[in-house]
């Protein structure tokens, strides 16, 4: 029986199947993504803001869209979108970290079916959830809030027209969407605790509170800067859970937001050079508030902490 002739892959093969040639091609479909999706319309929108556009006429204005940034629409849109942003850091940090630390206990059964329930409304889109949440805060007196309201002795509350609950609906609707998210966060973090820390600390005698404080809480630092982070991120770039409530306008400016402000400016009004000057700010605004979150958690320092 003859031998079947070994051949050599080609020169093309060999250079692809390279050490140093793999890593890139694995790597690629990011780089690709990152400079298509990403860096392409940052530097196209950089450029659109120096520009007034119009149908069929594009012409360089230079630091006029600017000068109309910064103006009292512009200013409560950053003034509700800042409070929204504290509101969520604190919620959807503190709340997923303690039920995290639930799950994870022992006191806790079906841990399961609970881990898997809470991540429930992640998989929901923002904007079936908010027109959930739109009905069951409705004014009518019918509505289930307002049901709640009328029990406990109070009037039916006009939600969608005040804005101390204007900012209570984005914030629930924010919080019942990405606490699943975040618990799991946590969870994950904390399966990465030793338990001979645990040991260690019940043969010193210490309490499931000293516990908490010297071993869980600490370890978890560096997840809980992830998470505080992103939110921060994710609050600046809220759109969905005030258009679900309003659409383009809400009464005073309630449920304005600033992405919302660059939709209405750059879409609405048909105004892209203004909207793309809006957004280059509130890249800046994101990019120097999750710097300093950054060196206020000492993400910057070296040790081994």
Known sequence: MEKTAYKEPNKFLRFLNSKKVVPYIFVSPFILSFLILTLYPAIHGIIMSFQSILPGQVEFIGLKNYERVFNPNFY??????????????????????????????????????????????ALTSTIVGGMIFRLMFSEADSSVANQIVNFLGMESIDWRYNAWSAMFLMVILASWRWIGVNVLYFLAQLQNISDELYEAADIDGASAFQKLRYITIPHLKPITIFVSTITIINGFRMFEESFVFWETSSPGNIGLTVVGYIYQQGIGQNDMGFGSAIGVVLMLIIFVISIINLIATGTFKRGDE
Do not use: G, H
Request: net charge positive.
């Open 76 to 121: 409560k849109a950053l003034s509700n979108t800042t409070i929204y942003v504290i509101l969520t850091v604190i919620i959807l940090t503190l709340i997923p970290m303690l039920l995290a630390i639930l799950l994870n206990s022992k006191l806790v059964k079906f841990k399961t079916l609970f881990r898997a329930s809470i991540f429930i409304p």
